[in-house]
């Protein structure tokens, strides 16, 4: 099996055609499992595109779905809003929409998320609340923002579910629903036509059922070819950071993480406890708000204006941090940014990764944090809690990808790889033998 065709493989283990899988695809989106998972469909023109795919395309009509804030020709781009439901309809695809077109996917629709990007929970008063694929005893939240997007791939809806990654929106909700989002440094995917949270923070990345198809979908992305090698767990040096990224930590997760770092030892990776003392100066750095509070206001001033009593009051709330910062505050942290990206690529650069839990806590129940301002107070504790890990990587202008760990019958655990801007490829290698060791 060659690389070209092996992403396919892992979803159809059998060779069924194109029009069979993509209505098997579209009969999943259908049902109660993807209930709120799409803010709009395609699935008749998906059938027709299936039909006609090209068998030797790179994803050879294969579903993927595209987070609301992409631009789809001919349709609004309202990013899971109710004020930009009516906007002009897009002139053209999305960069990243019209790249996975063109490898020979199937785009059967736009998914839920939170509005405008601005919550790692996956929340949305306008839409409805997707449930996480995981759980069906209790509805529990997906992870945002990229909510609909991760359900659609865990559900079995999709092959490729296409985000964004701000503080961790690709990340939170695959560790969340059991499944591998990778999120790349950020200039290798191209933003273009898709809405943006942070200008300086936001990444164009997917989500996917494997490490090989979210290799896959980075190249398609990205318009590059991975070089992941296929050395032994034994070939890699790997870190730890022991501060902060256990800090209020549920046991099952730290049951999933010790398990894996086991198992990880046990096929011969060398692993190195570390302290990095330079996560303690974040809350400084970013005491005036942050990357996405200033340019989100900077973008959603005017609309405001005009529309603020149509947004969601959780999300006003964050993106209205934005606007008492000062000009200098704003190059300050640009400055302050960059000297303590210097230092953590210095501290780091012994390493070929770091592992971390993706995120400190499996997925509460949707009815905990709904809209609500009684539940307000446990809403943005959860959601500071599934930022605080991924985001470290944001700041850093990094990498990372999160598979799943947790063991069969437990709520899903991610495990996190990342490294510093342009470790791509040799966090994906990791990654390949990490996934390997882990589901033996």
């Known amino acids: 099996m060659n690389d070209l065709h092996a992403t396919r ?19 999943i ?49 309202p990013a899971g809003s109710a004020v930009l439901a009516h906007a002009p309809a897009a002139e053209a695809d999305a960069l990243a929409v019209a790249r996975l077109r063109a490898a020979g996917g199937v785009l059967t629709g736009r998914t839920n998320m939170t509005e405008f990007a601005f919550s790692g929970v996956g929340v949305n008063p306008h839409h409805g609340t997707p449930a996480n694929a995981c759980d069906t005893a209790t509805p529990r939240i997906p ?7 991760a359900v659609s791939v865990a559900s079995g809806a999709a092959f490729i579910g296409l985000g964004s990654d701000t503080g961790g929106s690709i990340r939170i909700p695959a560790a969340l629903n059991g499944i591998v989002g990778f999120k790349n440094t950020a200039r290798l995917t191209p933003a273009e036509g898709a809405l943006p949270l942070s200008t300086t923070l936001d990444t164009v990345c997917a989500m996917t059922r494997s490490v090989r198809d979210a290799i896959t979908a ?28 256990f800090d209020s930590i549920d046991p099952p997760v730290a049951a999933a993480f010790e398990r894996s770092l086991k198992a990880l030892r046990a096929a011969g990776a060398r692993i190195v ?9 974040l809350t400084t750095i970013n005491a005036t ?47 302050a940014r960059r000297d303590w990206i210097a230092r953590v690529e210095t501290a780091l650069a012994p390493f ?11 997925a509460p129940s949707i009815a905990s944090v709904a809209p609500g301002t009684e539940r307000d107070d446990e809403f943005f504790r959860v959601n500071a809690l599934l930022l605080r890990n991924p985001s470290i990587v944001n700041m850093l202008d990094g990498c990372a990808i999160s598979l799943p760990c947790h063991a069969d019958g437990e709520l899903p655990v991610g495990l996190m790889l990342w490294h510093a801007a342009l470790h791509d490829d040799a966090v994906l290698a990791v990654a390949l033998q ?4 882990l589901q033996k």
């Open 9 to 27: 493989f892992t979803l159809l283990a059998g060779g069924s055609d194109a029009r069979t899988e993509m209505e098997r695809a579209i009969g």
């Open 29 to 77: 989106a259908q049902s109660p499992a993807c209930a709120h998972v799409f803010t709009r469909t395609m699935f008749d023109e998906a059938r027709q595109t299936a039909a006609a795919s090209a068998p030797d395309s790179r994803l050879s009509g294969l579903a993927f779905t595209a987070k609301d804030l992409f631009d789809v020709e001919g349709q609004p781009t």
């Open 143 to 149: 992870g945002g923002s990229s909510s609909g997007a």
């Open 218 to 245: 980075h190249e398609i992305l990205a318009a590059r070819r991975v070089t992941a090698g296929n050395a032994s767990p034994a070939a890699y040096r790997l870190a730890v950071v022991k501060n902060v990224f």
């Open 273 to 281: 406890e570390i302290e990095l003392p330079e996560l303690a100066e």
């Open 289 to 335: 708000g942050g990357f996405s509070a200033a340019e989100s206001y900077a973008w959603h001033r005017l609309l405001l204006e005009r529309s603020g009593a149509g947004y969601d009051p959780r999300v006003v709330q964050r993106i209205l941090r934005g606007a008492t910062m000062k000009a200098h505050e704003y190059i300050d942290l640009i400055h």
């Open 352 to 362: 070929d990764a770091v592992l971390s839990p993706t995120v400190p806590i499996t």
């Open 434 to 437: 990490a996934e390997r060791t």
